[in-house]
């Protein structure tokens, strides 16, 4: 089959597992495409074969400036709904251009089409919104969508819990993980992995309060700051390497010699962390409400701690207590 995939561009998880999920489809013979946007799209970039074309996706320039996600939301809902319209009339020009067989959205709300099959991979299909109109649109808009791919296992011991049940869908499919990393040598062995990423501003709050403790610790430390643009002015921390941005070998080689990670409790990086068998300190994005179930999730299921006010984080307190999880 040819399927063209289209990951979403608030951070870079969607694009990670979508890259995951690409490899696992040319394994078995189909051909893909990509469409993207955004600090994703750069990812993609850096990631797939050099001249491989990304078509182009309006972005939904997502930013967090509040620890409210209702005051987020609200602020920001004219524009994703634009989007949304935008990126329905790109994807029908996609599929007259490109003829594909099948279109995957990693949760882009418009990337459907009525004359290919289209697929909605996503681990939520129930978000946690504490707002009944919220979820009844969420699930409205669904409904174009012919089929749901969840990357997670089926049984109640999954990684995604109740975000991903299948109560009140048809046709949902539990495909399995899609971590897009794996183990590799060539990294000498260290304590901390810090992995940063998500929408803006948060992902900068979340670094400017952890270089001051990274600085102060006696850890050897390796820093990805999740900003792959080229462009990223360089950052320089004594005792620390630090790095822009991590590729999947890169990225792989350093999960494998860290003795822990800490990083927000994206889904992506959830079903990284767990394929290595990483245990974790886990800092939600402040009003994410998913990120806080899958941190407090993952506290009970035994491998990971979360601090779940990123403001009150003690990275030596923290450390102490990821320690004794081994």
Known sequence: MHTLIAPLDWGLGHAARSLALARQLQARGDRVSWACS??????????????????RLPSYRVHYRST????????????????IRAERRATARLVTELGPDRIVSDSRFGCYDPRVESVFLSHQLHPITHFA????AYAWQLRHFDAYWVPDHPGH???????????GFDRVKYIGPLPHTAPAAGEQPYDLLA???GPEPMRTRLEDILLPQLGAT????RLVRGLPAPDTPELRLDHTEV????DTPTLSRLLTAAEFVIARPGYSTLMDL???????????????????????????????VAVMDQSKLDLHAAVARVRTLR
């Open 68 to 83: 409210s996600m209702v005051w987020n939301v609200s602020r920001q809902l004219w524009h994703w709904q634009a989007t």
């Open 133 to 136: 109109p919220a979820s009844a």
């Open 195 to 197: 992995l940063l990423s």
């Open 38 to 55: 955004g600090p994703a799209a750069e990812m993609l970039r850096r990631e797939l074969p050099e001249g491989t074309r990304i078509h």
């Open 218 to 221: 006696q850890l050897s430390v």
């Open 243 to 246: 790095l822009p941005f991590a």
């Open 274 to 304: 767990r394929a290595m068998g990483k245990p974790a300190i886990l800092i939600p994005t402040p009003g994410q409400t998913e990120q806080a179930y899958l941190a407090q999730r993952a506290q009970l299921q035994g491998w990971a």
């Open 157 to 167: 011991d999954r990684l995604s819990g109740k975000l991903s049940s299948a109560r």
